[in-house]
């Protein structure tokens, strides 16, 4: 299939055109080029909302009840789940697809599953271009779950809209995992397996650590909301704060900053790829043992030596 083709066929909500172009994503084809521009004047419509948190802090099943609260307002959902990578093949494990099996005859529910492929920061690397992808092909709302993750990987509040960081009673002291980063860039902390002994001991640390930060009038305060995710409950007040958070962004103009950001680090990103593999032609460069040898014996300096093969792949 021609990239036009494909384009055309995605604008009018092909879901396996949808499907092709994300793999085409995953794999850095050569028609990516051409797809992205015709892509670029449906994009910037979709809500953008990510899941966040430790393993085994429910965010596959909230997910999964968000979809079917979404469905219940008759808006068009399309999932990306970001799975730990295969060590054998390096695919996703498709996890999160298992779970969310009630969604899969609904002509109004996307879902893919992507591999990390070792990126870190519980995202994959291809994860800008396929919110593309899906914001092009007419979604409502994304849902971007990450993989389970650790205290520093934060990539997700550069990609989403809005940020949900869950947590659940028994998983640490809520306070200490703040000090390194995952909380703090919390839209909605949500204190999900809330019928569990600890919750209101989570939620009231959760509570201490936000109103701990200075924040002005005007900036938004994240809320806390208890789930029980499994059965649906608090489910319709997460969407409501997530409407609430929403309508801030959009009112403050601070939805328009946070796409820009988006924009930009997706351009530095490619930028950054195309460098690379200009620069994977230095292993070869004829100057480079005698400028190596020059450094290890004193005769010149590592920063002269990088100009050197600089001045020469620009040429």
């Not at 609904?106 to 271009?129: E, K, Q, Y």
């Amino acid at each position: 299939m021609q990239a036009p083709e494909l384009v055309d066929r995605m604008i009018q909500e092909d879901r396996r055109a949808v499907a092709r172009a994300i793999s085409l994503v995953e794999n850095a084809a050569p028609q990516l080029r051409e797809i992205m521009a015709g892509l670029a004047p449906h994009t910037g419509r979709a809500r953008i909302v990510g899941l966040t948190g430790s393993p085994g802090v429910g965010k596959s099943t909230s997910t999964n009840a968000l979809v079917k609260a979404l469905r219940a307002r008759r808006e068009s959902v399309a999932v990306l789940a970001v799975d730990p990578s295969s060590p054998f093949t390096g695919g996703a494990l498709l996890g999160d697809r298992v779970r969310m099996q009630e969604h899969a005859t609904d002509n109004g529910v996307f879902i893919r599953s992507m591999a990390s492929r070792g990126h870190l920061g519980g995202l994959s690397w291809a994860t800008p271009h396929a919110l593309r992808v899906l914001d092009a092909a007419g979604f409502d709302v994304i849902l971007v779950e990450t993989v389970g993750v650790g205290q520093a990987e934060v990539d997700i509040a550069r990609h989403a809209d809005t940020t949900v960081v869950l947590c659940a009673p028994g998983m640490g002291d809520s306070v200490q995992a703040a000090k390194a980063g995952v909380l703090e860039i919390a839209d909605i902390f949500v204190v999900n397996k809330a019928d569990r002994e600890g919750a209101r001991v989570t939620v009231r640390e959760l509570r201490q650590m936000v109103g701990q930060v200075e924040r002005a009038p005007e900036e938004w305060k994240p809320p806390i909301v208890s789930t029980v995710a499994a059965k649906g409950e608090g489910v319709e007040e997460l969407l409501e704060r997530l409407d609430q958070h929403h309508a801030h962004l959009t009112d403050s103009g601070e939805l328009n900053r946070r796409r820009i950001a988006r924009a930009r680090e997706e351009i530095e990103a490619i930028v950054m790829s195309v460098l690379r593999e200009r620069l994977g032609d230095i292993h070869g460069h004829a100057g480079l043992d005698k400028l190596a040898d020059a450094v290890a014996t004193g005769h010149g300096d590592p920063y002269t030596a990088a100009d050197t093969l600089l001045s020469a792949l620009d040429r």
